[in-house]
């Protein structure tokens, strides 16, 4: 079946970096574009960033436009979501997505002094 399993989260300051990754399986991972999604405590979950199967075609939310950037190995059937700059406001449950088909379970990133 499809598995999407996140990992990478955690606690960070500030002005931090973190890298998610997210590890799939149960499906063509290289022909599927991929997503990254997060929600916050009473927020609705929000898409972060979007990359098609082959990559080089990316799409951010205006909160992560230069400071997150997605990625993917398709060799590794593996997503990523390098994150700098990190603030407060981007403390949440971060997923990963096969738009249409599965999420994973999510991974907590805090953000805090």
């Known amino acids: 079946q499809v598995k999407l399993v996140e990992s990478g989260g955690g606690l960070v300051q500030p002005g931090g970096s973190l890298r998610l990754s997210c590890v799939a399986s149960?499906?063509?991972?290289?022909?599927?574009?991929m997503s990254w999604y997060r929600q916050a405590p009473g927020k609705e979950r929000e898409l972060v960033a979007h990359?098609?199967?082959?990559?080089?075609?990316?799409i951010y939310a205006d909160s992560a436009q230069g400071r997150f950037t997605i990625s993917r190995d398709n060799a590794k059937s593996t997503l990523y979501l390098q994150m700098n700059s990190l603030k407060f406001e981007d403390t949440a449950v971060y997923y990963c997505?096969?738009?249409?088909?599965?999420w994973g379970q999510g991974t907590q990133v805090t953000v805090s002094s």
């Open positions: 990359i098609m199967s082959a990559g080089g075609s990316e």
């Open positions: 149960g499906f063509t991972f290289s022909t599927s574009p």
């Open positions: 997505n096969v738009p249409g088909i599965a």
